[in-house]
């Protein structure tokens, strides 16, 4: 799995393991371990480092940090560093600021490595919990589609996930074939958190109510999605270049073809103006609110969004007038070309200051 995961990703020369000391990391280090110890895959150049991230929110988390690089180092990665953050949590819950913390630490270290890509442990247990919750949560496709084998971090490094066909039952037997003792995180199976109660009880018990293979099931599920929704965001994506018109102070697209566009595509539209403007990715509720702007039948907002980022619909009226307003304010020359005349509404985005504290 990790050799076809090396060559998908065209056989970087550098990559680094993310390592926390726990049964899945740890068996992917030991697999990686092989392959730095040959040097090479299929014939290309290969060096394997690691980073382990102390997010600093147990006790003793940095004597499991300092024992896991020990461990690395033993099975031959180089380099091998610890990287301490601290997760702050604003606006966000525990579990995705610790994500979050972490992944900028990893992607620092790999900078600092010249790595082209990191190798994370995530299993096909991992995958059926992330489906699960997605379905709790009434998630869209893009969520419900998981985690992919392969994608691009924050900056030019790759992010692979080599274990996803994997159970997590294999990445043990691999810890104790290899005669290495990993870390338990206690936290997995904290009821605290929500995915910590899917895998603990909810995921088990779906197993015997319904029969052994769901967790394929789900993990096959999103490897389905990921097809979907790969289709459905390179559309959106050519789509929204074609329609995004740039005044400066914020984005507008025509209500017009707006309302042609297939509702599928027309939500991700929307929200893709909504990243474009300084804003977050719209709840759904929210890009409900934005879409029904094209109603005609309330008001014309504004609708607000997250990451302070209102739209609301400026009538064919309206634009006239301001462009008149503008075509008078400014005396045409003698090589001035007349303005083109608006053909329809426009839906308009505009960035707002947040609120003073």
Known sequence: MLQDALSGAGYPRHVVVACSGGPDSLALAAVAAYFARRGHVDGHPLTIGAVVVDHQLQEGSAEVAAQAA????????????????????AGMGPEAAAREARH?????????????????????????????????????????????????????????????????????????????????????????????????????????????????????????????????????????????????????????????????????????????AGGQQPSYQRLLAAEALLRRQGSAGPVQLPGNVSVYRLSLAELEESRDAATTAVPAGAGSVPRERARCGKLVFRPQKPPAK
């Open 70 to 89: 020990r461990v690395l180092a033993g099975l031959g990665l180089s380099p091998v560093e610890i990287r301490t953050v601290t997760v702050a949590g």
């Open 104 to 276: 900028a630490a990893l992607e620092a270290g790999a900078v600092e490595q010249g790595a082209e890509a990191i190798l994370l442990g995530h299993t096909l247990d991992d995958q059926a919990e992330q489906v699960l919750l997605g379905l709790a949560r009434g998630s869209g496709t893009r969520s419900l589609a998981g985690m992919r084998p392969a994608r691009a971090g924050a900056g030019k490094t790759l992010l692979l996930r080599p274990f996803l066909g994997l159970r997590r039952a294999d990445t043990e037997e691999i810890c104790a074939v290899e005669d290495l003792d990993p870390w338990h995180d206690p936290t997995n199976a904290d009821p605290a958190f929500a995915r910590s109660r899917t895998r603990v009880e909810v995921l088990p018990h779906l197993e015997d109510k319904l029969g052994p293979g769901v967790a394929e099931s789900l993990a096959r599920t999103a490897a389905i999605l990921q097809l979907d929704a790969d289709y459905l965001e390179d559309v959106a994506e050519s789509t929204y270049a074609s329609l995004v018109e740039r005044d400066g102070t914020g984005l507008r697209l025509p209500e017009e073809a707006l309302r042609a566009l297939a509702p599928a595509i027309r939500f991700r539209v929307i929200a893709k103006a909504a990243a474009d």
